[in-house]
Each structure stands twice: as C-alpha cells, then as structure tokens.
C-alpha cells in the first residue's frame, strides 16, 4: 500500500511551442473541448483517482482492476466509432484479462472487495483512461500527439492544481 495524495501526481506542464497554427487550440473549437476534457479525464480524473485508490487497496487488486483497461476501453471505443473490435481481439483482450487474474491471484496480496472505497476509484481510474483512449484515438489520427497530449497535459493540471493545493493545508 502507498501513502501517496493526489497532489504527488501532478504532470509536468510542458514546453508548448506556437511556431505551428496547431500548437494552440482555439478557444471554443471541438478541438479545444476535446483537449479540455481529455486533460479532465485522463491527467486529471485518473491521475487523481489512482494513487488514492491504491493507498486504499492492495496493489495486487489494482493490478486485476486495472488490467480491465484494455477490455474497457474496446467496450467505450467501438459504440463510440474510434475503432472496430474483431472477434480475435475481443478473445485476445479477454484473455489478457484472465491471464493477469489468474497471476495476480497465485499471489497472496489479492482481496478484491477489501475496500469498495479503493476497488471503486481503481475502476473508476481505469474506466477514465478507458474513455481517454477510446475519444482521443480519433484526434490522433488529425493532430500531432506530442502537441495533442501536451495540451491534455496542460487542462489536466489546470484541474488538479486547486485538488494539491487543497491537501496541502
């Protein structure tokens, strides 16, 4: 278990350069909102919620919740048409999925439903980046990632700021 606050997970803000027309999204654009709300949930809403999660958990619980990612993220991506799940790699993520229960649980530090507190915001984290994946795969394939990550980046702070500042007085 961790003792670690939301606050120690803050992302570096990046150097953003403006030489480009795409280095600042416009204010009011879709591509503005989606760089608003990927940095709310991807470096915000995650970046919050897992350290804390884990702090609540044992790690080998994290590791089975999370490994739900990948699946999650299929379910998010292919009802919002970011990309199309064939039956192999539906086997395959699900497969995946078992695989890390069934390592995780060959251990001795797995007690899923220990704390509904700390499974919750682990599900929670995951199902946030799940989202983050499945809405931003479509901005990649028309914008720069480096620059498109670095503005999530940016929002994401901008989110978390008051949170660290919160648990520090």
Known sequence: RTD???????PLVPDLPT????????AGTERSTHDVTQGFL????YQMLWPVGLGLIPAG???????ATPVLTALIAVPAGSDVLT???GRGALAAFIGVGLVVAAGTDVSL????LGDGLI???????????AFGAPVLRRHSPLRTTAWAMTFGTLFLV????????
């Open 4 to 10: 670690m606050p939301a606050s120690a997970s803050f």
């Open 19 to 26: 030489a480009s027309p795409e280095a600042a999204p416009q």
């Open 42 to 45: 991807g470096f915000g809403l």
């Open 61 to 67: 619980d994290a590791a089975i919740l999370g490994a």
């Open 87 to 89: 039956r192999s790699e």
């Open 113 to 116: 439903g220990s704390s509904l």
């Open 123 to 133: 599900f929670g984290a995951a199902t946030y980046w799940a989202l983050y994946a």
């Open 162 to 169: 008051p949170v660290g500042f919160w648990q520090l007085r």
